[in-house]
Structure formats: structure tokens, C-alpha cells
């Protein structure tokens, strides 16, 4: 989740840069939509809504293609409440950031029956990485760019953050940019090329503390970033399971909530598929027993 909410900071707080880079147009007057529009249990954590004079650019970054439901069907979803409510033009762009093999992936559109909607999907490691160094915003994305040689491309990416002159920018990127680089690269080698006390002087840093998802992280600034970073991972993943499960079956009891943040990442993950086969708490009690 961390990498989603990063990838959110980013867009909301340099809005209109993602309008020029998805949309091709240079405009000031992008506003950020509040996503409390779209009704739960559907909302996405990682939605993001740009309203661009009368029209709307919807944004999903996603790690992972598995969802349910499906992602085709997520777009449809929220194109049809977002049309009722603004009757405008709406421009819909998944963005998947870490590599896969999956054919999920390459779902352009929702199809059932007489029904058809199309959308934009983006696979990071299908995309030049020249387009992501014009902009200095899209810095953290160009890690996740094709290119022949990664190591390289993780250098030149650290330049060019290392030459920003706004001290403020630069550290908010640099931040981003060690994060999303996560998904791709060894942590000892991200810690290697990029200034780690950057990261934490960042408002990223900062607002991924405030939303419990990295404590881990925060110890990890001290004993060593990969320890962070998984522990941080692993509490963040917990939190989001328990908010849907507590959604779905109501309040939890401390005990569930304990069993739950015990688990592993990959328990974690097993967790957030198996959970949707729930019919009710005892199902959840089950799984964690087994």
C-alpha cells in the first residue's frame, strides 16, 4: 500500500503535471476531487480524481492486477457514478507499476453482454524512460521504466534528483523515488545510490507515518532500511486488511486484530484473497486457526 499511496501524494500534489504527462495538455486549473463521491465498499484506496475544466482524469495505480471485483468492472463502476454526477467528459488510466506476466494486465475494456467500456492501462516496464526525465515530478515513476540496464537507469534517476534545486521538491522526490524503486531493486542498492536522509526529512515520509503504515520504516531509518521497509510493508498490509474486514463484518475483536497483525506479508496476502470467500466472522476465525 505504500507504494499506491505514494504514487497518490504524487499525483494530487503535482497535479498538473500528470495532466500534462497523461493527458498532453498544460493547464492550471486542475482541481483535486474528493473520492468520499464514490460509495463504499468499491472505492479504491489508490484512486485519484483530477477535474481538468470540464472533464475528469481518473487514475488507479495498482502493484498488483488481482481485484476483486475485477478491475474492468471497477472502471465501469466508477465511470458510470462519475458521469451521473458531473456529465462530462471522463478519462480513465490504469497504471500498473510492477512487472508481471499476468494477462490481467492487458484488460482494456469491460465487456458482458450488449455492455462495452474501454480504458487506459499503462504498464510501467513497457514505457520509455526518456518522457519521465523531462518532468522532475515523474522521477520516481522512471525507476520503474524499460531499460537494458537498471542499475543505470537507478543512477541516472539519482542525479537528477541530486541536482534539484528546490530543497523542499527534492526531498519529497527523492522520498518517492527510493519507495517506488522498492518494487524493482535491491534495497541495499537503492540506500546506495540515493540520499537516505532525504527520505526522511519529506512530507511523504511524514504522511506514510501518520497513517500508521510505516513504523517499521521508521525503525528501520536506524537499524537499516530493508528491515524498515519490510516491517513497514507488513503493518501496512495488516492495517488495510483489518479496515476491510471491520468494513465487511463490523468491529473486530482484539484478539482477531493481534492474530492478524502476527501474520507474514505473504500470510498477509493470502489473507486479502482468501477473505473475500467469507461469509462471516467465523470464516475469518477459521482461516487464521488453519
Known amino acids: 500500500m505504500a507504494y499506491d499511496n505514494t504514487c497518490k501524494y504524487l499525483a494530487e500534489t503535482y497535479a498538473p503535471n500528470f495532466v500534462r504527462w497523461l493527458l498532453g495538455i498544460s493547464s492550471t486549473n486542475v482541481s483535486v476531487l474528493k473520492t468520499e463521491i464514490i460509495p463504499e465498499p468499491i472505492r479504491a484506496d489508490a484512486l485519484i480524481l483530477l477535474q481538468v475544466d470540464n472533464r475528469i482524469l481518473h487514475l488507479e495505480f495498482q502493484t498488483l492486477p488481482y481485484s476483486k471485483p475485477p478491475i474492468p468492472y471497477r472502471m465501469l463502476n466508477y465511470w458510470t457514478i462519475l458521469h451521473g454526477l458531473y456529465w462530462c467528459e471522463i478519462e480513465q488510466v490504469v497504471i500498473y507499476l510492477k512487472e508481471t506476466t499476468s494477462e490481467l494486465v492487458f484488460q482494456e475494456r469491460f465487456t458482458y453482454q450488449n455492455t462495452r467500456h ?14 519521465f526525465f523531462n518532468d522532475p515530478v515523474l522521477l520516481p515513476l522512471a525507476t520503474l521504466t524499460r531499460s537494458d540496464n537498471p542499475r543505470e537507469l537507478l543512477e541516472q534517476v539519482a542525479q537528477q534528483i541530486a541536482i534539484l534545486e528546490e530543497p523542499a521538491q527534492q526531498r519529497n522526490i527523492s522520498a518517492a523515488a527510493e519507495i517506488l524503486a522498492g518494487l524493482r531493486f535491491d534495497k541495499n542498492l537503492i540506500r546506495l545510490l540515493l540520499r537516505e536522509e532525504l527520505m526522511q526529512e ?24 530493508t528491515q524498515g521497509l519490510t516491517q513497514g510493508q507488513q503493518q501496512g498490509e495488516a492495517n488495510t486488511i483489518i479496515r476491510i474486514l471491520t468494513r465487511r463484518f463490523g468491529e473486530l475483536t482484539p484478539d482477531i486484530t493481534d492474530k492478524i497483525r502476527s501474520l507474514s506479508i505473504p500470510q498477509l496476502e493470502n489473507l486479502t484473497d482468501a477473505q473475500f470467500d467469507f461469509d462471516s466472522v467465523g470464516d475469518l476465525l477459521s482461516w487464521l486457526e488453519s
Open 202 to 225: 519529506s512530507v511523504i515520509y511524514q504522511d506514510i507515518l501518520q497513517k500508521g503504515l510505516t513504523q517499521g520504516l521508521t525503525q528501520g531509518l536506524t537499524q537499516g532500511l
Open 118 to 131: 474501454s480504458f487506459r492501462v499503462i504498464r510501467m516496464w513497457e514505457e520509455e524512460s526518456t518522457p
